[in-house]
């Protein structure tokens, strides 16, 4: 499995991929955390979903992490596009032919495909976090935001629990990207598929039949990273995106497992 | 080299079959090792499927197989003895030659060390820095071929290697396989080429519509061909009057290029050198030649292109 590990992480690392990603990751992250400082308390909303946030909620231990929580479904968007391109691009470029010579245990291949992606989904939540908190700490002062409740043990907790949470929705939303890849086998069709559930049917569905938000994947992963804006708990988030995704995870990985590989 | 075994490749009644199409019908064959063993048939024949079958790529529906002595339902128990490119070069293009090496050798385990010399014997040593994006049919065949040889393989299983090379190129691949051929390697090699397979391959396993038509020596199979002999008159008003008297002592025979054609062994030739003669015919030219690779395939395959 290490093998395999290393070899998807050449792929990974190439300079058009690792730099491109994590400069916008870098970008959206300190966009959005300086527009929450700069635009601070403005009646017109300068939070998430135009909710106004204050400098008396920001000097709370959320402050530190509030711009990152907000780019969180942005983060797991961008890892959907990655996983789900960096799976199935194999079956355009015909690589998996050369993939399954080298490696013929196909679980392997799979499983530590998805380790090297999860650590760059790692790398990019921890490079978004960090920016976020530069960016905190540098507009404070003219936020009038106080960061003593930053440093404080509430604080250094809160944030390990939003980076943890972050990624959990991150790679949530990573493995719907690989499932798609391996399950449509073309980058586009993949990252078209689960952008447009993500983005705009589930926005649809929630807004239009009450109470069908609980039920979706893409819902549930947002939930994972906010307790604001839905009805339900957290805990039936993580059950729910846990069924969903190993539900269909093994489903494609028994696909994967049996499939002739013919082109 | 495995000890007691002599067979690189041995499949028994080895079929595939896709709906209603069968792509691969009781195919039965033997490729002996350290041997250059062509696989010849026309395009949709089932080559490509047979080859896919032996590195564990796609299931067999029937049949048995073995591969380095391993059967084919454990590819993990020989693949790493083996190095392989099915259908053309297919590599990561926004990665350089030297990065795609890396990955396979990565993922195979090996030494990252092999990589750059590897590139030097396919002649892309100046090139390995290049995205391969950027490399002409010939030099991705190149790194296609660089990529196979990474294990240090004891059977190389190369489908049509010689695609977008130019002749000198074809040249060297020829060579290349010669050398791993004779350190010990066995090569099953499938070409369209094939007086490029001629030439190389020893051994020869000839298939049309999914199944086998020849599996045996390359010399075994040209030297059960009638030999023809090739005739042509000093004057080509002669040709009609020699096809005639070539007809007459029972031969076949036909016009090619102003030339007449004889089915008939090589001894024949002083009987017609003579009978020309006697009918006032000067032959200009009289040569015996067993057919071609070619010729035989298209004889055995009933196809004329």
């Given at each position: 499995m290490i093998n395999v590990i290393w070899a998807e992480m050449r792929k990974l ?73 960096q799976t199935?691009?194999e079956?355009?470029?015909?690589t998996l032919?050369n993939l399954l010579v080298r490696q013929p245990a196909r679980m392997k291949i799979l499983g530590g495909k998805y380790i090297a992606m999860t650590l760059f ?57 690989m ?77 994967f ?7 | ?75 993990e128990?020989?693949l790493p ?21 890396r990955v396979l050798a990565s993922l195979g385990g090996f ?195």
């Amino acid at each position: 499995m290490i093998n395999v590990i290393w070899a998807e992480m050449r792929k990974l690392r190439r300079p058009t991929l690792l730099l491109s990603t994590m400069a916008i990751v870098t970008l959206l992250t300190s966009l959005f955390t300086f527009l929450t400082f700069w635009r601070v308390g403005n009646p017109k909303g300068n939070g998430r979903r135009g909710e106004i946030v204050t400098a008396q909620f920001l000097s709370t231990p959320h402050g530190l992490v509030y711009g990152f929580s907000i780019v969180a479904f942005l983060l797991g968007i961008v890892a959907l596009c990655i996983f789900a391109s960096q799976t199935a691009q194999e079956y355009t470029y015909g690589t998996l032919r050369n993939l399954l010579v080298r490696q013929p245990a196909r679980m392997k291949i799979l499983g530590g495909k998805y380790i090297a992606m999860t650590l760059f989904a790692v790398l990019m939540s921890l490079l978004s976090l960090i920016s976020s908190i530069v960016v905190a700490y540098l507009l404070a002062p003219h936020a009038h935001v106080s960061t003593s409740a930053w440093t404080t043990s509430a604080g250094i907790s809160l944030l390990g629990s939003a980076f943890g949470n972050v990624l959990l929705s991150v790679m949530g939303f990573g493995t719907v990207g690989m499932i798609l890849g391996l399950l449509f086998r073309s980058p586009i069709s993949a990252i078209a598929t689960g952008v447009i559930w993500f983005l705009i049917l589930e926005n649809i569905l929630a807004g239009l039949l009450t109470g069908t938000a609980k039920w979706l994947p893409g819902q549930n992963l947002t939930n994972l990273t906010t307790t604001q804006n839905f009805t339900f708990s957290y805990q039936h988030s993580l059950i729910m995106d846990l069924i969903y995704l190993v539900g269909a995870g093994a489903i494609v990985s028994l696909l994967f497992k049996r499939r002739d590989v013919a082109n | 080299m495995n000890q007691g075994l002599e067979e690189a490749i041995s499949v028994t009644d080895l079929t595939k079959v896709y709906g209603e199409r069968t792509a691969v019908s009781h195919a039965t064959f033997t490729v002996p090792l350290g041997k250059v063993c062509g696989f010849v048939g026309p395009n949709g024949s089932g080559k490509t499927t047979t080859i896919r079958m032996l590195l564990g790529l796609i299931s067999p529906t029937g049949g048995t197989g073995t591969v380095l002595g391993e059967s084919i339902t454990h590819p993990e128990r020989y693949l790493p003895r083996v190095g392989a490119m099915i259908e053309g070069p297919a590599f990561y293009p926004a990665l350089s030659g030297r990065e795609n090496l890396r990955v396979l050798a990565s993922l195979g385990g090996f030494d990252q060390s092999i990589v750059d010399p590897l590139l030097e014997r396919v002649g892309l040593g100046d090139r390995g820095a290049s995205k391969f994006k950027t490399y002409s049919l010939g030099m991705k065949q190149r790194l296609g071929i660089a990529a196979s040889l990474l294990p240090s393989p004891k059977l190389l299983v190369l489908d049509e290697p010689t695609n977008g090379l130019d002749p000198n190129g074809i040249h060297e691949v020829r060579s290349l396989l010669k050398d791993l051929a004779a350190d010990g390697t066995s090569v099953f090699v499938s070409s369209h080429l094939l007086s490029e397979i001629e030439m190389i391959a020893d051994h020869l396993v000839m298939l049309r519509q999914g199944k086998v038509l020849y599996n045996g020596r390359t010399a075994d199979l040209l030297s059960a061909q009638q030999p023809i002999l090739i005739t042509k008159p000093e004057y080509a008003v002669d040709l009609t009057k020699l096809v005639e008297i070539i007809k007459k002592s029972g031969h076949e025979v036909s016009v090619i290029d102003g030339a007449a054609h004889v089915l008939s062994p090589a001894e024949w030739s002083a009987t017609l050198n003579r009978s020309a003669f006697e009918a006032g015919i000067t032959l200009a030219s009289l040569t015996s030649v067993l057919p071609t690779l070619e010729e035989t395939f298209f004889e055995m395959t009933g196809d004329s292109e």
